[in-house]
T-cell receptor, first 113, second 113 residues
Framework: GENVEQHPSTLSVQEGDSAVIKCTYS??????FPWYKQELGKGPQLIID?????GEKKDQRIAVTLNKTAKHFSLHITETQPEDSAVYFC????????????FGAGTILRVKS | GAVVSQHPSRVICKSGTSVKIECRSL??????MFWYRQFPKQSLMLMAT?????????EQGVEKDKFLINHASLTLSTLTVTSAHPEDSSFYIC?????????FGPGTRLLVL
């Protein structure tokens, strides 16, 4: 089955700096890669996603890149703000497996003001 | 975006009792819903896939007789934790796919005393 590894486990950045979180996946057939932000005591919120037919996607301060050959994808947050502080999870999905998401272990992002 | 609700948001129960958690898709129909469990500072672990009108599919290691799932309508799935024990205390989250995305509920915090 699919296995997703996520690094780093914690990340501290100064307000205004960029943050990068990386994930690798094992099943080359996976075709959908979402990123979720989870605040304490709440459910995950989708912040950006990318499909296997695209190499990069951007939405304001957030971008995701995908390297299918190397089987890794990354989340980039620019101009970080204190409200970006949360736990971020990457995930991989293979539609043929019933749309199941396999999550990475998560990254605690702290933006220091 | 689509909305998924959960009820209750938090519940405290005595050891040995059963607890039912509801997951509803508010503005779309979902023939499939997913149930996750999340322990503190850990990632989301898929427990089972709830299928409308048929039996749920459980992940390896999840006891189907302990975690009863019913998906009686296109907008409602329920998870019943039977004979709850303190080690069942966790954050339970459901999700439902809508078109190409998967939307998560706000989660239910279960504490078993």
């Amino acid at each position: 089955g699919e296995n997703v590894e996520q690094h780093p486990s914690t990340l501290s950045v100064q307000e205004g700096d960029s943050a990068v979180i990386k994930c690798t996946y094992s099943d080359s057939a996976s075709n959908y890669f979402p990123w979720y932000k989870q605040e304490l005591g709440k459910g995950p919120q989708l912040i950006i996603d990318i499909r296997s037919n695209v190499g990069e996607k951007k939405d304001q301060r957030i971008a995701v890149t995908l390297n299918k050959t190397a089987k890794h994808f990354s989340l980039h947050i620019t101009e970080t703000q204190p409200e970006d502080s949360a736990v971020y999870f990457c995930a991989a999905m293979l539609r043929e497996y019933g749309n199941k998401l396999v999550f990475g272990a998560g990254t605690i992002l702290r933006v220091k003001s | 975006g689509a909305v998924v609700s959960q009820h209750p948001s938090r519940v405290i129960c005595k050891s040995g009792t059963s607890v039912k958690i509801e997951c509803r898709s508010l503005d779309f129909q979902a023939t499939t819903m997913f149930w996750y469990r999340q322990f503190p500072k850990q990632s989301l672990m898929l427990m089972a896939t709830s299928n409308e009108g048929s039996k749920a599919t459980y992940e390896q290691g999840v006891e189907k007789d302990k975690f009863l799932i019913n998906h009686a309508s296109l907008t409602l799935s329920t998870l019943t934790v039977t004979s709850a024990h303190p080690e069942d205390s966790s954050f339970y989250i459901c999700s439902a796919p809508n078109r190409d995305y998967q939307y998560f509920g706000p989660g239910t915090r279960l504490l078993v005393l």
